[in-house]
């Protein structure tokens, strides 16, 4: 089910999350984050498992029936005798058998590299982190093409090898971010120290008369005032 037909089911052709959630369980449909890299199920990849080992068990039969050919000629070479005649078509017939097995054992063994080589690098990709998973499908066809040596189920020279690519395709991997310095606590350190400046310039404050200055006055006043 796609996401078209969940929102076909809704009455008013709008739905809620929740809505969504329910009606996306109930028939059993699966979404995911293709930023994610997830963009093969478990089960298709089991699946492409079992295929291979199907591919690779039928390769062998092949072989093993090859074999039995070769053997039951080689009964019938021997049966012949010195009758030149079978033993010439015999020869001929042995001879060719021979080489075709010989070009499908070099086939069926090259095709295990290859197949070894593609899941080794399917594998390392997966080991990384992309931008996108078009950069990852490019990175994965630069590898294969690049046909890296291996040591064992190892690539040798892979991380040479994305160093190289990854300066060709800059976009291809998320910057990291440098972590900024923490903030330091103590702000007075460096903030600015208090200046003292001196009073603005004018008229001296006047000083203010003593108690005994007022009675005096007031006294000299009350004087002033029986004249």
């Known amino acids: 089910m796609n996401i078209k037909e969940i929102f076909d089911k809704a009455e ?18 699966k979404f995911t ?20 080992d199907n591919s690779i068990a039928q390769l062998n039969d092949t072989i093993k029936q090859r074999d039995k050919d070769l053997s039951e000629l080689q009964t019938k070479l ?7 005649t079978k033993l010439s078509e015999l ?12 070009e499908a054992t070099k086939a069926y063994q090259q095709q295990l590299e290859d197949q070894k080589y593609k899941f080794a690098v399917k594998e390392y990709a997966n ?22 040596k291996m040591k064992g189920d190892a690539l040798i020279g892979a ?15 998320p910057v ?9 606590s103590n702000q007075g350190a460096s903030a600015p120290k208090p200046q003292f400046v001196g009073t603005t310039p004018g008229a001296a404050p006047q000083k203010q008369p003593s108690l005994s200055e007022m009675m005096r006055a007031a006294n000299e006043q009350s004087g002033a005032s029986n004249f």
């Open 78 to 84: 021997n049966d012949a005798g010195t009758d030149a």
């Open 159 to 173: 991380d040479d090898f994305k160093s190289v690519w990854s300066a060709d395709n800059v976009d291809a991997f």
């Open 127 to 148: 080991s990384l982190e992309f931008t996108s998973q078009a950069a990852k499908r490019d990175f994965i066809r630069a590898m294969n093409e690049e046909k890296l």
């Open 33 to 52: 984050d293709l930023s994610e890299g997830k963009y093969v199920s478990k089960a298709k990849y089991d699946d492409d498992i079992v295929s291979k």
């Open 91 to 102: 020869q001929t017939s042995f001879d060719s058998l021979q080489t075709k097995y010989a």
């Open 12 to 29: 008013s052709g709008t739905l809620t999350f929740a809505q969504f959630e329910e009606l996306s369980k109930a028939d059993g449909a």
């Open 176 to 184: 990291k971010q440098e972590a900024q310095p923490a903030e330091t």
